[in-house]
Structure formats: structure tokens, C-alpha cells
């Protein structure tokens, strides 16, 4: 099972192997991979940093106890109607996402975040819409 807060659920529909530091894309990868290739993953959604914040590398400002941060996460959740503490298979947050989301949401929600600019998470919502499933990385 995995850890994961609300906004990550998103990052992950986006994630092309692009980081913060080696570690962190690995670590990425591999999560990523994982839901692609099981869906039947399960992932607890949490509040606060997740197991992708574990490798977020220690240059700088620490941005996932960032407020924020903490909002999008909300924001995110609430789009979605769930719930910190919920335990879900990826392929239900995958289903929640073809429901409840649209690429547009993307300009909303991420507002402020850094990497809306590459346009690679709406692609993605698109992509789970259409049935595609997450991309694959290598």
C-alpha cells in the first residue's frame, strides 16, 4: 500500500520522468509503474507529506509542509469527493478521475504550481478519460 496526499494523485496522471533530483524521479518511477501495471494497488490518501515527499531533496525550501501545498491537496479531494484516511485501489481513483474531473481542472486547482506550464497533466486527465490509463515512463 502506498501513501499518498491529495495532490500527488494528480502529478502522478502528469509524471513523464521529470524531477526534482535523481532520487526523486527513481522514486516517482517506480510508484508510477506500479499503478500502471496494477491498478489493484492500493493507496491510502493522507494529509501532509506522502512517500513521494520522502524524496523530495533537501535543497531549499521544503515545500510540501507548504500551505499551499495543504490547499491544493483539499482542493483536490474535494473535486474528487474523497476522503483523508480512505483506502483505494488506484483503478477506483482512476474511475473517480473519468467522473468527477476535466482537463481544465488542471488550470484551477494547480494555479500556482510549477510544472502547469509543461501542459503534461492535463494530457494526462485526458488520457485516463479516454481509457488510456497512466503513460508509460521510462
Known sequence: MYKLRGHHLFCLLGYRGMGYSPEYVANM??????????????IKLVMGPDQLCEKYPNSGEYHCQNENIYKRD??????????????????????RIRKQVTPSDIQDVCENCSWRSYGVCEEGIQ????????????
Open 29 to 42: 518511477t517506480r510508484l508510477h509503474q506500479t499503478l500502471r501495471n496494477n491498478p489493484k494497488t492500493l
Open 74 to 95: 483539499a482542493d483536490i479531494l474535494k473535486k474528487m469527493e474523497l476522503e483523508i484516511g480512505q483506502i483505494l485501489h488506484w483503478e477506483y481513483i482512476e474511475a
Open 127 to 138: 488520457e485516463i478519460l479516454e481509457g488510456k490509463g497512466l503513460r508509460e515512463v521510462k
